[in-house]
């Protein structure tokens, strides 16, 4: 553990500026306006609501780029710095810090760019959209050409960075850089390669077979989702085509969830996103409308995601307190042995899509994204050649062969919305959860009883304190040292997973 | 009819300064924002959220009134005002004198009194919670005391009023006055009071007697709101405590549903609410984002509202269609007769509660509260006596005795909230449907036939052409003197009554 002042205590230090924290209120109330606008769009707007939305969700957006760049914020920024300085622990100088990086990222993108990016978005969505139903990359790839081009204008509004990709990543994965995580991800590809490869000679356990009555499905994700925390006063659960988790407030979180009836599918989604969720309302309440009081970067976010996810939700002490609660809804779940049922909810198959993937195969789908990424913004790889290189690297890290682009290089959003250095925060993500697991096992012994319990309490009392309610106090790295006592390492999560596979495959 | 252009034609005239369209489209945006967070907190919100939900709201507010009172906008107006000056009709020509007229009183009133307002109404509301659970008028009245002394400083702002009620009034209806809105009300009132009285010496006739199950009225309300023109691509309809209609955009309408297995009474919600829907969804495209794109008034909307409930939806052609295809869903509408039925849904009854209030006696309610709002801005009545004064017009209107203030001045919102001048335009709205009604039978001599059918499409058209599709273009007098003929004119609601309820009542 760190030698640290205790995390989660009010911290001390000089009081913020009341025009500061007006302006910081602001700038919190326009964000959580924007957030509500999105996930009404996601969840309830009628389809002709579409275009209105787009405008009213552009002018707040505006609004708050508008205020985040003002000059007269830069300085009560740069005053807060200065009467913090003696004390870098308190909220004022972690204000300064986080928002006048935020402040400077806003000044520094000229809005003519930005404006240009959203007309370039605006029309490469449909065109992508096309050009997967009819797996044309050809049509698609004039527009990722101009997205990469846009991107790298926006890497050169920051000449100090080593690698133009670093302000890309930056915008996502606050102090990540693109040498710190190519690192990283040629360390977890190469532990994850062999891994796969052993696992895909052995013979594929059995899945589920279903049927899941959706509605049995919805209200089990709900029981499950409370055991972890999530609070009928200030949460909700939603049907949405893509799953998504959004905090309006502190205490007034969204989750939403997808249906299968052929599987439990659904079931980890929600607990993926009331992970998501968690995070969002363990933040310390001194926080709130203060623009530190949400995640701190994808990465973390990812973290708490797919902990819930998979460190616990797949897990055999998860499901030896939940089998025999889900029974009754689910018949088959009366039927099938524990081990079978621990072994059917992790199948590994090396396939062709990244959001279907499962928890050992998905880290390698984004190491094939950010290596063509990297090559993309270093101009070492063009557009058109993208499907060459991505059904290339398929074969090299999954084995698997691609029939065609809609099931290949056209199969993401990400870049038609244009963006870049987004993709490797899926896979930090799914590191710092390994360490934060391990970490948290360290702490609490008795963690595996709590969870064979149903209580999620113990977990959740402890990632609050190490990592939700810090908000975006610490940064990434400082976060990941103080909780775990290390910087990223893909080593517990490769542990994680040859342990966990070597006995489920009998390795 | 009226000899004016063709009304819904598109607006001829003067190019709108592209600053100025860019300046109202912001206004547009940040209104819509404001509903869609007002809507989800009457419906989806969970319970915690609701105090950073008013926060948000107070901010995305503050900064509507910024832009609203910015001088810049003014000069733009003004601008508009001149190049539009040969032609009245003409969008430009509306757009700089109702948005001029809304930046005048946005400039009006210093933000330093609606800051007092704001924080006297936050004190106010939990007071009068209190008050009403408990029916201790004396905890409220200090509480109306003040909110009528921050409304008489409102007035104050505007000396060039004949009357003090006047500029209260005139925010929720453009261009009424005192002087006129004592004339109407006391029209209204010297043809209600006689009729009440003779339908209270008659024969109560039977209501009905429930059950109707929650789901199939939800159902049923459903089909009625398509048949008016509720259309399931731009419109969602959600229950609500309080029922209420918000137009996130023309095409993205929201009502709400309360519902009461005893009766009928959500049908007729859900109709009213319709009512009001389609007037925001029926306004001209060209108006979209311009801050005219939104009903002129309350009173008009209200006359919208109350012409498809009341003038439609309690009439015995419309039961005449709806009875036999709801009756697979409610037995009682199997059983019952249509005669007896249309009785049923149109009882006439005095009663203390005036959201309760049927058709004829909902008038006099509202004259007793316009009385006393102008008594107490007057200062002819102070906050302490109201009671009386109410409990005495309860009797003299009405000829009901009332048991407590919570069922008597105590059982309304409005002046918890400090809203005086709101209470007229709900009997301004049942005149003004009176009058559209006639004017609509007058055009259509088919009408009746299409109701009979089922199909709301020709009034529907007709209200858009008349009504919906001038948005605010048009002051509420001038649109009901073209698509009326007449000014407003309470003998046509009593007509209208007086034969209505003669026949059923056998008066």
Redesign the interface.
């Known amino acids: 553990m760190a030698s640290s002042p205790p995390e989660g205590s009010p911290a001390a230090g000089p009081r913020i500026d009341s025009r500061l924290s007006e302006r910081l209120?602001?700038l919190s109330?326009?964000a959580?306006?924007t957030a509500?606008?999105g996930w009404?769009r996601e969840t309830?707007?009628?389809?002709?609501?579409a275009?209105?939305?787009g405008?009213?969700l552009a002018?707040?957006e505006r609004?708050h780029h508008e205020r985040l760049a003002d000059p007269a914020l830069g300085e009560l920024l740069a005053a807060a710095g200065r009467a913090a300085a003696g004390e870098p622990e308190s909220d004022v100088a972690a204000i300064a810090r986080v928002v006048g990086r935020d402040h400077e990222r806003a000044t520094r993108i000229p809005p003519e760019l930005t404006g240009r990016i959203a007309r370039a978005t605006a029309e490469a969505l449909p065109v992508w959209q096309r050009a997967r139903a009819e797996s044309d990359f050809a049509a698609f790839a004039p527009h990722l050409e101009r997205a990469v081009e846009l991107r790298r204008e926006v890497a050169a509004c920051f000449p100090d960075a080593e690698h133009p990709y670093d302000a890309l990543l930056d915008a996502f994965e606050p102090g990540m850089t693109t040498a710190r995580a190519r690192a990283v991800l040629a360390e977890l590809r190469a532990g994850l390669v062999p891994l796969v490869a052993a696992i895909a000679e052995r013979p594929e356990p059995a899945g589920l077979r279903g049927p899941f009555a959706v509605d049995a499905q919805r209200a089990a994700a709900l029981e499950i989702a409370r055991s972890f925390g999530y609070?009928?006063?200030?949460?909700?659960l939603d049907d949405a085509v893509h799953p998504f988790a959004s905090a309006?407030?502190?205490?007034?979180?969204r989750v939403t969830g997808r249906w299968d009836e052929g599987d439990l599918s659904g079931l980890f989604a929600v607990m993926h996103e009331v992970g998501h969720g968690l995070y969002e309302a363990g933040v310390a309440p001194g926080l709130?409308?203060t623009t530190l009081g949400t995640g701190v970067s994808l990465g973390i976010h990812e973290s708490q995601s797919r902990l819930w996810e998979n460190q616990v939700g797949r897990s055999r002490v998860f499901w030896s307190h939940w089998q025999p609660r889900l029974a009754g809804r689910f018949s088959e779940l009366e039927e099938i042995g524990l081990d079978d049922l621990v072994r059917a909810v992790n199948v590994v198959r090396p396939s062709l899509i990244r959001v279907d993937a499962d928890e050992v195969t998905y880290g390698l789908h984004v190491v094939l994204r950010f290596e063509l990424e990297v090559a993309l913004v270093e101009g070492a790889l063009a557009a058109r050649d993208v499907p060459g290189a991505w059904n290339e690297l398929m074969r090299e890290l999954l084995g698997v062969a691609v029939p065609d682009d809609a099931r290949g290089c056209l199969q993401d959003i990400h870049w038609a919305f244009g963006e870049l250095g987004y993709f490797p925060t899926y896979a930090l993500g799914n590191i710092a959860a390994a360490q934060l697991w391990d970490a948290a096992r360290g702490d609490m012994p008795a963690l595996d009883d709590s969870l064979a319990a149903g209580d999620g309490a113990p977990l959740l009392g402890w990632l609050r304190e190490r990592v939700h309610s810090h908000g975006r106090r610490l940064d990434p790295a400082e976060l990941l040292m103080r909780a775990t006592g290390s910087e990223l390492d893909p080593a517990p999560l490769i542990r994680y997973l040859t342990a966990k596979y070597a006995e489920l495959y009998a390795l």
Do not use: K, Y
């Open positions: 209120a602001e109330d326009l959580a306006a509500l606008l009404d309830h707007m009628p389809s002709q609501g275009g209105p939305r405008e009213v002018t707040l609004l609070d009928d006063r200030a949460w909700r309006i407030a502190r205490t007034d979180v709130d409308r």
